[in-house]
């Protein structure tokens, strides 16, 4: 099984429709991130999580909220979607297990969305 | 702001051939820095990481760091067409976070 899963992996919406993303894993790490990317602007830094009580934004955070419902659990919300938000999010997990470097990050597969 | 540079490609090599991808970094006090792959459509999968200056092998990949020029690359030897892919340089922003690159594009041809 994969160690950070996404759902749903394909979402289509309509322009102002709140929707959830979620992202879980079994790694036990205590870090989780949210990042989208789009073409040729690379991924970039929605929100980040270091504890269930640590919520921290990225560069472009506007527009999203974030939930860390627990440590295994990191979900992102659009509020009210506009077509701008069309992107591929994916959801990324570090720790400090032994054996790993605590700023290795891994990724979910990805959530494509599509706002109309 | 901190920045990491990359040329987007495509780079486009023989099958057989070495292909080195560079990444430049703005943010001197970097200490960690990461290659990842990440095949179209597909998530990020982490190649190689590395943190002091010199080269660093695995397999057919090697990372070369100078932090003195702010430049890291990733050499791939015997490149494949299954290498063909988009890389990813990321360097460690502080606070546990992690700035990418927008990625080079390389084209493996047989």
């Known amino acids: 099984d994969a160690d950070v899963t996404q759902t749903p992996r394909n979402r289509i919406t309509k322009t102002g429709k709140r929707i959830m993303l979620e992202c879980s894993q079994t790694k036990g790490h205590d870090r989780m991130y949210w990042y989208r990317q789009d073409p040729g602007l690379g991924l970039r830094l929605i929100y980040y999580s270091f504890d269930v009580k640590d919520i921290n934004k990225g560069e472009i955070s506007d527009g999203y909220s974030v939930s860390r419902q627990a440590q295994a659990k990191f979900s992102l919300s659009l509020e009210s979607a506009i077509p701008n938000q069309t992107a591929l999010y994916f959801c990324?997990?570090?720790?400090?297990?032994?054996?790993?470097?605590?700023?290795?990050?891994?990724f979910g597969p990805g959530t494509r969305l599509l706002v109309l | 702001q901190k920045e990491v540079e990359q040329n987007s490609g495509p780079l486009s090599v023989p099958e057989g051939a070495i292909a080195s991808l560079n990444c430049t970094y703005s943010?001197?006090?970097?200490?960690?820095f990461f290659w990842y792959r990440q095949y179209s459509g597909k998530s990020p999968e982490l190649i190689m990481s590395i943190y002091s200056n010199g080269d660093k092998e695995d397999g057919r990949f090697t990372a070369q760091l100078n932090k003195a020029s702010q430049y890291v690359s990733l050499l791939i030897r015997d490149s494949q067409p299954s290498d063909s892919a988009t890389y990813l340089c990321a360097v460690s922003g502080g606070y546990n976070k992690l700035i990418f690159g927008a990625g080079t594009r390389l084209a493996v041809h047989p």
């Open positions: 943010d001197r006090v970097s200490q960690s």
């Open positions: 990324a997990t570090s720790g400090n297990l032994a054996g790993e470097f605590e700023e290795t990050q891994y």
